[in-house]
């Protein structure tokens, strides 16, 4: 890896990288608390729409008022400082931006910005993997014909996962599993930002539910971010979502290659290629030792007695039979990861997981009654949870992805474990986001999948 020798090069020629952060919340204040501290890279600017906030997270990151103190894009230019604006449209349309990195965690914003950086003639990291799995083939393939790149976020759990299964492949391995580890419960599809709380204070050391995003923090829990993410691999590498979309099984990280393997070789898995998330908690919701919550893995298979016992002799963590084996890492750092990102883009022009299909969709599914009239409030919120499901078949189902499902109407009611459908909603012909989903529909067609048949509504 020779990134940083690369970035120095740029430090040698007075060259350095040029960034414009769309969105200063916590994934890119951690990136913020690095950047400073990273030769050839300078952050011109800075868009979000709370200043007042980014000021703040800027001063949590390290910073000193000095160093955003430019007036105009320009002052940002000449001095090496950072432009702070509420007019990201702008940040993004100066020609000296070299990548714009995407970190609303919006859809519809970050497909708007995403396609304005494409036209301004920037690479685009897309942190908003919300966006992406709306409509990332599209945009990485509007991207490419551009000239530009489009990324994931090295540091954040899809670009990691990625990572695992372009080594497994390079090394020969078939793919059997890939995914992560979260903190998973049935009963935790039914939180909401009201009650996420009582949840959180059981594991994380945060003291002040107002300082956190409770909306954010609950989508981790209640199962939608699990699906969202897992929908990005697949989309990246081609894995296909298992025929009723994640499972969550128990599992520490010792355990994984018997855990995720496929059900007729003893594991828990409808099929081989797949992703699955592994919950650090039991059913009865006691913690799992060595759990693998903030980690990620890969499944693969041994092709042949030999390799076998390579996997045995160089302590890979095989499952019972020995045939199969887990690669794990135990952590993530997000934002403080994402310079990997900002380099490779940059100076290899290659990025750290590109969607290639449309293989996996995220719909949504009432987390309660929701009643004719509602509007629904999308992802983490008080209405609805996403479901990872293969793309044709949320396509047969004509399911309504939940990145669609905010700031929307209902025209029926609809039970409360109910995957919600396109005719349960008042659509905006007009919206960009709902256009590029259309798009991407058209011109990706999913695969069918292997053997799913297509169950009626039921509660999850």
């Not at 501290?37 to 980014?54: E, M």
């Not at 025929?243 to 409808?270: H, T, V, Y």
Request: aromatic share 6%.
């Amino acid at each position: 890896m020779n990134l940083s020798f690369l970035l120095s090069e740029r430090v040698r020629s007075d060259h350095p990288i040029r960034v414009a952060l769309i969105g200063c919340g916590k994934f890119a204040t951690m990136y913020l608390t690095q950047a400073r501290q990273t030769a050839g890279i300078h952050v011109v600017g800075i868009a979000d729409l709370d200043l007042a906030r980014a000021m703040k997270q800027l001063a949590m990151a390290g910073w000193t008022a000095e160093q955003y103190a430019a007036s105009k894009p320009t002052d940002a230019m000449a001095n090496g400082s950072t432009w702070l604006t509420e007019d990201a449209d702008q940040l993004i349309d100066l020609n000296e931006i070299d990548v714009v990195v995407e970190a609303t965690g919006i859809p519809t914003a970050g497909i708007h910005h995403c396609r304005r950086a494409i036209a301004a003639g920037h690479h685009i990291i897309m942190v908003n993997v919300e966006a992406d799995v709306v409509a990332g083939p599209l945009l990485a393939r509007e991207a490419q014909a551009a000239g530009v790149v489009y990324s994931l976020a090295w540091g954040d759990q899809p670009a990691l996962i990625c990572e695992h299964v372009d080594w497994a492949r390079t090394c020969g391995f078939e793919v059997v599993c890939a995914g992560k580890g979260t903190r998973y419960h049935p009963s935790y599809h039914e939180l909401t930002p009201d009650s996420v709380w009582e949840v959180l204070q059981q594991y994380l050391e945060i003291d002040d539910p107002t300082s956190i995003n409770l909306k954010m923090f609950n989508s981790f829990l209640d199962g939608s971010k699990s699906g969202i993410e897992m929908s990005a691999v697949c989309n990246t590498t081609g894995l296909t979502p298992q025929n009723n979309g994640l499972g969550f099984p128990p599992s520490s990280r010792f355990d994984l290659a018997d855990i995720c393997k496929p059900s007729e070789d003893g594991g828990m898995l409808s099929r081989r290629g797949t992703t699955e998330v592994v919950s650090s908690l039991t059913r009865s919701g006691e913690p799992i030792p060595h759990h693998l919550a903030m980690g990620t893995y890969v499944v693969v298979e041994g092709a042949g007695d030999y390799a076998q016992q390579c996997f045995r002799e160089y302590h890979m963590l095989q499952d019972s039979t020995g045939r199969y084996a887990a690669l794990y890492r135990p952590t993530h750092m997000i934002g403080m990861e994402l310079g990997i990102s900002v380099a490779s883009v940059v100076l290899r022009g290659e990025p750290t997981g590109c969607p290639k299909g449309f293989y996996s969709d995220v719909a949504a599914v009432a987390k309660r009654p929701l009643v004719k009239g509602e509007t629904l409030d999308g992802e983490g919120g008080f209405c609805v949870w996403g479901k990872q499901l293969p793309a044709a078949d949320s396509m047969a189902r004509n399911a309504l992805p939940l990145g669609l499902a905010a700031n929307i109407r209902l025209r029926c009611d609809v039970g409360v474990g109910d995957l919600l459908t396109f005719d349960d909603v008042e659509v905006d012909d007009a919206d960009e986001a709902l256009r590029a989903r259309q798009d991407m529909v058209k011109q990706f067609h999913p695969p069918a999948p292997e053997l799913v048949k297509l169950e009626p509504k039921q509660a999850a």
